[in-house]
């Protein structure tokens, strides 16, 4: 069967080379960067002192330095903020030109290119890093490539183009989100936990005591639910408030058609019976399959 992919025109690419970037990454990020080989690549966020998230990352190591991948829009906020870090630190940053970032997905992707189906599996060669996807398996695979390499491995496989709301779609569908609340939420709020972008046994970070205290207490009082608008309706743009009677309780996040991700006050959940609403159309909030059965927090 056919792999669907397409170019993710929404993300860009930073890379990180030179003796320390390792050690400097390490200081910073939520994920231990001893993880990040050639064989495997990993999801991290950098955060702010008081461990609230602001950059969501894919970092995968190339075959010189690190390659992070993120949204565009936050491509030179991102070099500014580590170079605000990097200090007396022998580490670059470079937006490179001449490659792009894919995803592909379907059956039985990993198999389809040789990669081993474990967690975040990477292999890197000339022109072209190809990874699992390191948040969850099923997204599918992660292409860094040049023009020349990816034209080689489009030859190479059966491959078929598709728009890129398809992929949101598919994305959406399994829980991953890629948008959060305009204010900084916390890391744990975004089910970082459970999409494997942090690591509690490694060393200091850049928020890291908060979001510890977070762990170890459960106080983690948000988190980012399903939402499907019944009867097959559209979803409304994002930022739309989430109404349990006159409770607001969350905020939709982002959304394709009748399927959306929203951040939800998970204490504030209604019972079984009772409506909730977004702009006066009725929806359902349910946990992604990755997540755990929730638990109402007090």
């Not at 991948?69 to 470079?94: C, G, M, N, P, S």
């Not at 198999?111 to 190809?130: D, I, Q, V, Y």
């Amino acid at each position: 069967m056919p792999l669907s992919f397409t170019k993710l025109s929404e993300k860009a690419l930073l890379r990180v080379h030179g003796p320390d970037a390792q050690s400097f990454l390490q200081g910073l990020l939520s994920n231990d960067m001893t993880k990040a080989t050639p064989t495997r690549a990993i999801h991290a966020g950098l955060l702010t002192g008081q461990g609230k998230l602001l950059f969501d990352l894919l970092i995968a190591q190339g075959q010189d330095g690190y390659w992070l991948i993120l949204d565009a829009a936050q491509q030179e906020a991102l070099r500014q903020k580590l170079t605000q870090y990097r200090l007396r630190a022998k580490v670059e940053f470079e937006s490179p030109s001449g490659r792009a970032v894919y995803a592909i997905w379907g059956e039985a992707a990993a198999e389809s290119f040789g990669l081993p189906n474990e967690f975040g599996a990477a292999r890197t060669e000339n022109g072209l890093t190809l990874f699992i996807d390191p948040r969850l398996g099923a997204l599918g695979l992660v292409a860094i490539a040049d023009e020349t390499a990816w034209q080689a491995l489009s030859a190479t496989h059966a491959l078929v183009a598709r728009e890129e709301t398809f992929f949101r779609r598919h994305r959406i569908a399994l829980g991953v989100p890629e948008r959060f609340p305009a204010e900084s939420p916390f890391l744990l709020e975004c089910n970082f936990e459970e999409l494997n972008g942090v690591d509690f046994k490694k060393g200091c970070y850049v928020g890291q005591e908060l979001t510890a205290r977070m762990k170890h207490r459960g106080t983690a009082r948000r988190r980012i639910l399903e939402v499907t608008a019944e009867g097959g309706a559209t979803l409304p743009a994002p930022g739309a408030p989430i109404m349990a009677g006159p409770l607001e309780i969350g905020a939709l996040l982002e959304a394709e058609g009748e399927r959306g991700l929203a951040q939800v006050r998970i204490d504030r959940l209604p019972g079984d019976d009772a409506p909730i609403e977004i702009e006066g159309q009725r929806v359902t909030l349910t946990p992604p399959p990755y997540l755990p059965r929730l638990a109402k927090n007090p």
